[in-house]
């Protein structure tokens, strides 16, 4: 069965500072990744995601992960966070099959003035 | 034009009662899922329907009967609430393929008391 690890419940960041959030991810074939991210009270919203090809993949709003197979890991970053960042940032793997989601425990993010 | 829409979006009601939930996607996608959302944020995927015919049941209650009418339509109906049904209840749609990005409703918060 896949799973996925999400190091930390809450990240607190100021203005302007680097976003990191960490994904480690178990699979027995190769995997499909994603980074979703949730406002209060609305449902998911696709960052970005990775399938194949180029490992640093880029999404919206400014984001962007790396999928490193050798560390298991499709960590989240974004050079200088936003006010309108603050949210819940969910990692999430695919099975090649099934289209079913396995979610990450999930990460808040709360950007301080 | 919303493309994942699911009624109602708050739903309190008592114990023992029977409530349903519907959900509508208008992007002609082959598959439609619910998924839980628990007090702590947590993601899980409760059902998966691939042109109108179940894929995935993940262990879930018989209390939980999910309908797809059609594959543009998902419907989850829940007899006998329980205290520990109050969730957030999620449809999502995407095309068939791990690799397909799924699209996700608002969400229903459903309260039992």
């Known amino acids: 069965a896949q799973s996925v690890t999400q190091l930390g419940s809450h990240v607190s960041v100021s203005e302007g500072a680097l976003v990191l959030l960490r994904c480690n991810y178990s699979s027995s074939v190769p995997p499909y990744l994603f980074w979703y991210v949730q406002y209060p009270n609305q449902g998911l919203q696709l960052l970005l995601k990775y399938t194949t090809g180029a490992t640093l993949v880029k999404g919206i709003n400014g984001f962007e992960a790396e999928f490193k197979k050798s560390e298991t890991s499709f960590h989240l970053t974004k050079p200088s966070a936003h006010m309108s960042d603050a949210a819940e940032y969910f990692c999430?793997?695919?099975?090649?099959?099934?289209?079913?989601?396995?979610f990450g425990g999930g990460t808040r993010v709360l950007v301080k003035p | 034009d919303t493309a994942v829409s699911q009624t109602p979006k708050y739903l309190v009601t008592q114990m023992g009662n029977d409530k349903s939930i519907k959900c509508e996607q208008n992007?002609?996608?082959?598959?439609m899922y619910w998924y839980k959302q628990d007090s702590k944020k947590f993601l899980k995927i409760m059902f998966s329907?691939?042109?109108?015919?179940?894929?995935i049941n993940e262990t879930v209650p018989n209390r939980f009967s999910p309908k797809s009418p059609d594959k543009a339509h998902l419907n989850l109906h829940i007899n006998s609430l329980e205290l520990g049904d109050s969730a957030v209840y999620f449809c999502?749609?995407?095309?068939?393929?791990?690799?397909?990005?799924?699209?996700f409703g608002q969400g229903t918060r459903l309260t039992v008391v």
């Open positions: 992007l002609g996608h082959d598959t």
């Open positions: 999502a749609s995407s095309q068939e393929g791990g690799q397909s990005e799924a699209f």
């Open positions: 329907y691939n042109n109108k015919e179940l894929i």
């Open positions: 999430a793997v695919s099975e090649t099959a099934g289209n079913k989601l396995t």
